[in-house]
């Protein structure tokens, strides 16, 4: 019987608007924005300085602690070293690098063909160098989170769920590079040695359910669960509870239900950087919505702004209302285009107005609708309440922090409250409280 | 170019309050269409009245509370219609301009607006009206010169009702201008539940308790009859089906909706059985509406990742 989350919404899926055989490389974009932090973590400091000659996969910043190295994307002379615009909003320390267009890249460093000779902690130090972070968005350190992972868990999980609309990143890497998904996936079983490594994809996905299909038989130990669509699908915890039945426990890791998860992207350069020696310089990127000219899927060097990006998908509608970071359900609105694609960057979306959108005069009818659709189970309704009048008692009584953040409830809410909005307020407001 | 930067989601769905209120008003259709059928042209104009009257009052109590103008939710012609339909065709225009203003002004707008009132405002109307005029709120018309006793009244002697079930069912009986078709309610009903604008956890939960409940302590030797017209009869499909529903007045979390559709059946039986008039809906979910927060509070779900009755 195949298990299911609780709750979740079907949200207009609007893939079709990027799908595309193959990715195509974006223009390589004549300067580069390298952010010292495109992790959850300490930022890295600077290794290079104005006027240095840099290389393509030359490591440029670094740091102790929870902390990985970025590279730059491109070869030529870094410009600056100044807090600039980031994805997330605010300004943050960043390299900025003239491209020379010659591409020189640096030879890969170490690396191993065959990774089962390999001990995991040769691995790990191999991750950590290549900059590795969780793709799929939270950017958390690749090799921080496998270590603390070692031991405990029983079942790995690559994540190709890719619940948000719009996005394709996932789809089309496994469309079009799936063994190096398959292969990351063993790479990381030899680290953690786990009962079950787990393929988890939507069915919305037959293509890539197809090719990785064909291969599965080259790869003893990986199953593929093809998982009804449904959002927040791909939201770790409910992917947990979808592939084994088990609840993360508030507050906790996925380690707690003994489960890791990596999002697919995160497992296709684990395989990179271990076996080709190459750092995290590009990804795939969505460049889509109604907003956009042509949609396209592209091959992105890290550090190239969303300008450059809109201005090779044909330019943006005059309409255009908002440029996203990330997914219409959980990504950043962003207000200045100069912004990189970093590291987590999965898409970069265009949108209209929404017809569907916010009410003049938001208000709550109690018709439940949120109760129903929050996978979390909490009352978005009362947290939306006693945000209001900022009774962190109760906040924390109906477990605001267990809130994920999904949107489910404000996509649903037919008063277009904006739940989600204050629903962070109020963690802030209970983080407040306590600290007191 | 000047880009809105908003919080997360940026898509919303299509679920929209107005949307929804005019759903009810169509699912409410068939009741009224098998009222104005039986008791005639007047049924309509007492609803017709009824709506404009809950729309009037919204409109003067914003423009003289100096509120935004809530119309556009629709919520007013809801109100009106619900309480129209609760009432005799035979009823004053007065009455039911009276019970709309009530409904309106009093029972939703000064306790908070939308979403906020505490009691159904159709059935606190009701309410206040069967206080002041009960005699012609309980006067019911004779249709076909039969009589003009609803079921329930016979069911008070007790003695099972003249009309056949199939009348029952069909609505070829006297009484209030919404309740008298179980069919024309029930569509109304699947209509809502199929546009996902009310789960059916509630009627059901109502209905099931008042047939249980009828079923055991029938007051016949036909206990299976006796809980059919005990169902069918009064207010309590549309009660069910409409009223318990009612978004603002009913508990949201899952186990709070049964829990509470159960208390509305258990009560509807009681003031039934020991009440003073044959009916019972109004009252049973007027006292539930007052549980609603506190039934919303007892039955939150299960934290995610805490097993039943485990403390983190």
């Given at each position: 019987m195949k298990r299911r989350f609780f709750g979740g919404i079907h949200p207009s899926y609007r893939k079709e608007l990027s799908v595309k055989v193959t990715p195509s490389v974006a223009v390589i974009p004549k300067q580069v924005v390298i952010p010292m932090l495109q992790h959850i973590g300490v930022p890295c400091v600077p290794l290079v300085k104005v006027g240095d000659k840099v290389l393509r996969g030359q490591k440029i910043g670094d740091g102790e602690g929870l902390c990985v190295p970025v590279h730059a994307s491109v070869s030529g002379t870094v410009i600056a070293v100044e807090p600039r615009p980031h994805p997330s909003g605010k300004l943050i320390n960043a390299v900025v690098i003239e491209n020379d267009?010659?591409?020189t890249t640096i030879p890969p460093r170490t690396y191993c063909q065959n990774a089962e000779a390999m001990d995991p902690d040769a691995i790990l130090g191999l991750i950590r160098e290549a900059g590795i972070v969780g793709m799929g968005g939270a950017a958390f350190p690749g090799n921080v989170k496998a270590l603390s992972e070692i031991g405990k868990v029983d079942t790995l999980i690559a994540n190709a769920c890719e619940c948000e609309p719009y996005i394709t990143a996932d789809d089309t890497l496994l469309r079009t590079n799936p063994e190096q998904v398959l292969r990351g996936m063993q790479i990381l079983c030899r680290v953690l040695q786990p009962k079950r490594a787990i393929l988890a994809v939507e069915d919305n996905k037959q293509e890539a359910i197809a090719k990785v299909k064909n291969l599965l038989p080259e790869y003893a130990g990986i199953e593929l669960e093809v998982l009804p669509t449904r959002y927040p699908q791909g939201a770790e915890k409910q992917l947990i509870q979808a592939l084994t039945g088990r609840e993360v426990l508030p507050g906790q890791l996925p380690v707690s239900a003994h489960c890791a998860v990596f999002n697919v992207s995160t497992f296709a350069a684990i395989y990179r950087a271990v076996e080709l020696g190459v750092p995290v310089t590009s990804r795939i990127v969505t460049v889509s919505g109604?907003?956009?000219?042509e949609p396209q899927i592209f091959i992105v060097r890290i550090g190239t702004s969303f300008h450059d990006l809109i201005e090779v998908a044909g330019g943006l509608n005059d309409s255009t209302e908002r440029v996203i970071s990330g997914g219409p359900m959980m990504g950043i609105a962003q207000s200045d285009l100069s912004v990189p694609v970093v590291k987590a960057t999965n898409s970069v979306l265009c949108l209209l107005k929404d017809r569907n959108g916010a009410a003049e005069n938001p208000v709550c009818l109690r018709c439940g609708k949120c109760v129903c659709v929050c996978p979390m189970r909490l009352q978005p309704l009362y947290l939306y309440r006693f945000e209001k009048v900022k009774n962190a008692r109760e906040l924390e009584r109906l477990h605001v922090m267990d809130c994920i953040e999904c949107g489910s409830c404000a996509f649903t809410c037919p008063g277009k409250l904006p739940l989600v909005e204050r629903i962070r307020s109020g963690k802030q407001l209970l983080k407040e409280a306590k600290s007191k | 170019m000047n880009l809105t930067v908003q919080s997360s989601p940026h898509i919303r769905g299509v679920f929209k309050t107005s949307r929804l209120m005019l759903d009810v008003v169509v699912a409410l259709l068939p009741a009224l269409v098998v009222g104005t059928w039986v008791l005639g042209f007047r049924a309509l104009a007492v609803t017709a009245v009824s709506m404009a009257s809950a729309v009037g009052a919204e409109w003067l109590y914003c423009m003289a509370a100096g509120k935004q103008n809530t119309l556009r939710d629709c919520s007013a012609l809801v109100t009106g219609m619900l309480l129209a339909l609760t009432l005799p065709a035979s009823v004053p225009l007065g009455i039911a301009v009276l019970g709309s203003v009530f409904a309106i002004v009093l029972a939703k707008c000064m306790c908070g607006g939308l979403g906020q009132n505490i009691l159904n405002p159709a059935l606190a109307a009701r309410a206040f009206l069967m206080l002041l005029f009960p005699a012609a709120l309980t006067r019911y018309e004779a249709i076909d010169g039969?009589?003009?006793?609803?079921p329930l009244h016979r069911m008070v002697m007790p003695a099972l009702p003249e009309y056949s079930l199939m009348d029952m069912f069909l609505g070829r009986i006297p009484g209030s201008i919404g309740e008298l078709s179980a069919l024309a309610l029930l569509l109304g009903g699947v209509f809502l539940v199929a546009r996902k604008v009310i789960s059916p956890k509630i009627p059901l939960a109502y209905l099931g308790s008042v047939a249980v409940l009828t079923l055991i302590f029938s007051k016949t030797g036909s206990p299976v009859d006796w809980m059919l017209y005990s169902v069918l009869g009064g207010g309590v499909m549309l009660g069910a089906i409409f009223m318990a529903t009612d978004y603002a007045t009913s508990p949201v979390t899952p186990m709070g909706q049964i829990l509470y559709g159960i208390g509305c059946g258990v009560l509807t039986v009681f003031f039934r059985y020991f009440g003073l008039f044959p009916e019972g809906v109004t009252y049973a979910i007027l006292l539930m509406n007052l549980a609603t927060w506190g039934i919303d509070r007892i039955t939150a779900p299960r934290r995610f990742g805490v097993k039943k009755g485990e403390q983190v």
């Open positions: 267009f010659q591409d109604e907003a956009i000219r | 039969i009589s003009s006793a609803t």
